[in-house]
């Protein structure tokens, strides 16, 4: 599907008037989550499979950002894209953050979890082992408590 048709996918009643999808609604919202996530793409009618792994990924973020969510539940969000896809992904990550959003990511990138976090969680065995607030949080205190270990000098943190 086209990048318009990927935008407005969950937000098909905000672009609809009598059952009728109004596509200048949806390429007007296309284009505004294309411009402000960078999508590099012809238009809004090209062909998401056409696109870089980023830029395939900045279009999954914008179809939801076009809900206004309050909470997004990220999965491996830069999982396979390059270093300047990654880097806008965080951007838009902290300004959502920033603006009161939560953001629930899960990512099994170390570096991710240790430069984008303010807490993080670790399971071992399906389990919540511990949660680290960003001063505790290290490489090393992360795999002990998913190995299953406790951490010793470790605060629990609360989630409010």
């Known amino acids: 599907m086209s990048i318009r048709e990927n935008v407005s996918l969950p937000s098909l009643r905000a672009h609809s008037r009598?059952?009728?999808?109004?596509?200048?609604?949806?390429?007007?919202?296309?284009?505004?989550?294309?411009?402000?996530?960078?999508?590099?793409?012809?238009?809004?009618?090209s062909r998401v499979m056409n696109l870089s792994g980023g830029n395939q990924q900045k279009v999954v973020l914008g179809k939801w950002l076009a809900r206004n969510p309050r909470v997004m539940i990220l999965d491996e969000p830069t999982r396979g894209i390059d270093v300047g896809a990654k880097a806008e992904i965080y951007r838009l990550m902290r300004a959502l953050a920033g603006q009161g959003a939560v953001i629930l990511m899960i990512s099994s990138d170390m570096e991710e979890i240790l430069n984008v976090s303010d807490r993080v969680a670790v399971m071992h065995e399906g389990e919540i082992t511990g949660i680290l607030e960003r001063?505790?949080?290290?490489e090393e205190n992360i795999m002990q408590l998913a190995v299953g270990r406790k951490i010793p000098a470790a605060k629990p943190a609360f989630v409010e």
């Open 18 to 45: 009598c059952g009728l999808i109004q596509r200048k609604s949806e390429r007007e919202t296309a284009r505004q989550q294309s411009s402000s996530l960078n999508v590099k793409a012809p238009g809004v009618e």
């Open 135 to 138: 001063a505790g949080c290290s």
